[in-house]
């Protein structure tokens, strides 16, 4: 019992829902590119524990600022599982994602690396720094990568993708922290977002989200707009719909939890957006 009970508490303490959706943008990036069942597989697993090496590392380090401010929701904070046994899962999980990015050639382990490097980095200070952006930047900005680089003949995803992989990331960072701005400030952590305030973090968001998805629309059609698939303009429309209401939201009333969350399904669309440009990926 004393195992199972563990293990829920590190899987919780791993971020489950952002872990998971990163790991099916992964795997529907690697449908989207025709990646081989075997590919896609090592793909989906390497992703998996790289992200779940990162949510750990998190709460890891967060176990004493979230015990200051009584988070319910931290099993780490509450004692449920031991730091020690948390850090060495962490650090598993992240020497079995690499190897198995090493699989799939040195240019997607180089990638990963320097993906997951940037997180680690993120958890390990600058998200008390100015420069807390500069790795969801770096990280989301590689992403696209990720599945291109798993391919046989291995390529980085276009300008484009990277382009609109960073503003997905800059999005997440600038509305991922606005419900916890006050029990941040009362634990010392002051990003970029903490310092801009949560107005000017969603105003920001929403034209990163419009970037990106413009990025998309334009990038995977070869700037040609007659070649824009109708499902893409779809996902298009609704991302920068959804831009408007939070510019609106965010200018016309005091900001709530609301922003986030109509920023995350935003950046759902651009990564589906991302998704449906299937071969258009590679640069």
Known sequence: MRSTAAVRALWASSHPG??????????????????????????????????????????????????????PDKPLARGDVGLRTAWVTAYGALAVALALSALLGWRMLAAHALALGSAWAY???????????????????VFPSLATLSAPDPAFAAAWAWLAGAMLGAAVHLTNVL????????????????????????????????????AVLLGASGRDLSAVPPLSW?????????????????????????????????????????????GALVG
Not at 20 to 46: D, E, H, N
Not at 49 to 71: E, F, K, M, P, Y
Not at 179 to 190: C, E, F, K, M, N
Not at 247 to 266: E, H
């Open 123 to 141: 958890n390990a200070g600058l998200k008390s720094t100015v420069w807390s952006i500069v790795p969801f930047i770096v990280s989301f900005g």
């Open 234 to 278: 779809v996902l298009f429309g609704g991302a920068v719909a959804l831009a408007v209401i939070v510019v609106a939201l965010a200018l016309l009333r005091p900001p709530t939890r609301m922003l986030f969350r109509l920023v995350m399904v935003a950046a759902l669309l651009l990564a589906a957006q991302l998704v449906v440009s299937g």
């Open 179 to 214: 419900p916890d701005l006050d029990d941040d400030a009362r634990t010392g952590v002051r990003g970029l977002p903490h310092r801009w305030g949560a107005r000017v973090s969603a105003v920001v968001a929403a034209a990163a989200m419009l970037v990106g998805a413009t």
């Open 18 to 71: 952002p872990t998971l959706v990163v790991t099916a943008l992964a795997a529907a990036l690697g449908v989207a590119i025709g990646l081989a069942p075997w590919r896609l597989v090592i793909l989906v697993a390497a992703v998996l524990l790289g992200q779940i090496s990162v949510g750990l590392s998190n709460d890891a380090l967060d176990a004493a600022r979230d015990r200051a401010v009584a988070r």
